[in-house]
């Protein structure tokens, strides 16, 4: 299968039909980069498959990546193809197509509207920032145009492997497995990991109008000789029962007020790692605050971390979810990690991405595709209860719908469960989701 590209945008074209082609639907293909080609054209074998170029017009992607290139609306559309409905967002373009005797032509722009979701160069631009520098997920597009909550990406795949199908393709595509991908933040593994610490801790929370029944609670956890944040057995026995491993994301590094007190080499972590390992789980990399732009931190405190644990560290997820595109993802490149997950909004659930599958990342400025994958990261329960503030059922029904998406599109649930949540009581109020992740039927 050949496809011909215009010659313009060639590394950003050629990173997107990677991702379409061979990552999502694994399929064997070759480009030919032709200066005379406007639009992108599939030559399946019995038709021509022509998709729109409606955004790469040039190759100063300066100009490309600016607010007037954003449009202004994104409708909902079908797409009906053999008699088939296919929802689509047509970021570019229009969700329409025709057919001749020769061809197909797709007037929705699949190619630039996946590369704007995978790349998330939108994010580059001037946005709302809060009092973290995280880029908001009310400030994205999707958001405002309602479908960050929608799989976009795996919605266009879909599309094209109808149009392909349509066109005779003599290629099978990959085949998938719906998973649930458990993973924990482990950012302050025992609340009391000595009895002066716990003291101090239960009597900082009972001075806070804030946290005064919180503080209540953990004193009870303390006269019982419980600890609150002990609740790691819970998500090794769910995923266990789940039959998938639990990922945990510890800390390495505490160098401001965000990041917690370091316990890395408490004796009591010591043995919870060797627990997780001893288990069939995974360890991760939970870099600190500070370490999403800053490469001497990243890397001494990924270094300290391995020499705890005994075992190279390759995962992981950032502390805060603090991201900034494509430097974050850089420093993980550079270290040769395998694959990251910080890929959600802090203040909304969803698809940041738009798909559920995983992928390899793309540095916009250096105009090329990294080696490190992203898991991307699609529920964390303290969206729901510290920025969402939504109701139980309502987090239910979202949730639900969410993990219903990726069951349909056979990909990857990967949500985030703090150990610290499950006895807060901000928190704590949504525990039945995560049964309910528990119990989900595949």
């Known amino acids: 299968m050949k496809i011909i590209i215009p010659n313009i945008a060639v590394p950003e074209v050629e990173y997107t039909f990677h991702c379409l082609m061979k990552e999502f639907l694994g399929l064997e293909y070759e480009i ?76 929705s722009d699949i190619v630039a509207s996946t590369f704007f ?71 302050i593994p025992f609340l009391f990991p000595n009895f002066i610490y716990g003291l101090r801790t239960i009597a900082r929370y009972l001075v806070s109008p804030t946290y005064f029944w919180d503080g209540i609670n953990y004193l009870k956890f303390y006269l019982k000789g419980k600890d609150p944040y002990d609740t790691h057995d819970v998500f090794l026995d769910g995923a266990e029962k789940l039959g998938v491993k639990a990922h945990f994301f510890f800390m390495a590094g505490c160098h401001n007020r965000f990041d917690p007190r370091d316990q890395l080499e408490h004796p009591k972590v010591k043995t919870l790692i060797t627990k997780i390992k001893n288990r069939g789980h995974q360890i ?71 798909v559920c599958y995983p992928f390899p990342v793309f540095d916009i400025l250096n105009r090329k595709k990294l080696n490190l994958m992203e898991r991307p990261l699609i529920l964390m329960e303290g969206t729901l209860g510290l920025y969402m503030d939504i ?25 985030l469960w703090h150990n610290s949540s499950l006895n807060f009581q901000q928190y704590s109020r949504y525990n039945s989701i995560l049964t309910e992740i528990y119990n989900y039927k595949k």
């Not at 005779?168 to 482990?186: L, N």
């Open 32 to 107: 030919e980069v032709l200066p005379t080609a406007k639009d992108f054209t599939i030559d399946i074998g019995s038709k021509k498959l022509v998709i729109r170029n409606h955004f790469f017009k040039n190759d100063d992607l300066p100009t490309l990546y600016q607010k007037q290139n954003l449009p202004s609306e994104v409708i909902s559309d079908e797409v009906i193809i053999e008699g088939k409905e296919y929802s689509c967002y047509s970021i570019f373009g229009k969700s329409i197509w025709t057919e001749t005797k020769d061809e197909i032509i797709l007037e």
């Open 117 to 187: 979701m995978l790349s998330r160069w939108e994010e580059i631009l001037e946005g709302e920032r809060d009092m973290h520098q995280r880029f908001l997920g009310k400030s994205a597009l999707a958001y405002k145009n309602g479908f960050l909550e929608k799989p976009v990406v795996n919605q266009y795949v879909e599309i094209l492997w109808a149009f392909l199908q349509k066109g005779k393709i003599i290629q099978t595509r990959k085949k998938r497995t719906f998973e649930i991908v458990p993973t924990h933040d482990v950012d």
């Open 284 to 354: 991760g990399f939970h870099p600190s605050y500070k370490s999403f732009d800053n490469t001497p931190i990243f890397s001494q405190e990924k270094n300290r971390l391995e020499k705890i644990v005994g075992q190279k560290v390759v995962i992981g997820r950032q502390h805060y979810l603090r991201f900034e595109n494509p430097t974050t993802w850089n420093l993980w490149e550079n270290e040769k990690m395998e694959w990251d997950s910080t890929m959600s909004y802090a203040d909304e659930i969803g698809f940041r991405n738009g």
């Open 391 to 415: 109701t139980l059922d309502d987090a239910k029904n979202r949730v639900g719908e969410l993990m219903n998406q990726v069951k349909k599109y056979e990909g990857d649930f990967v949500f």
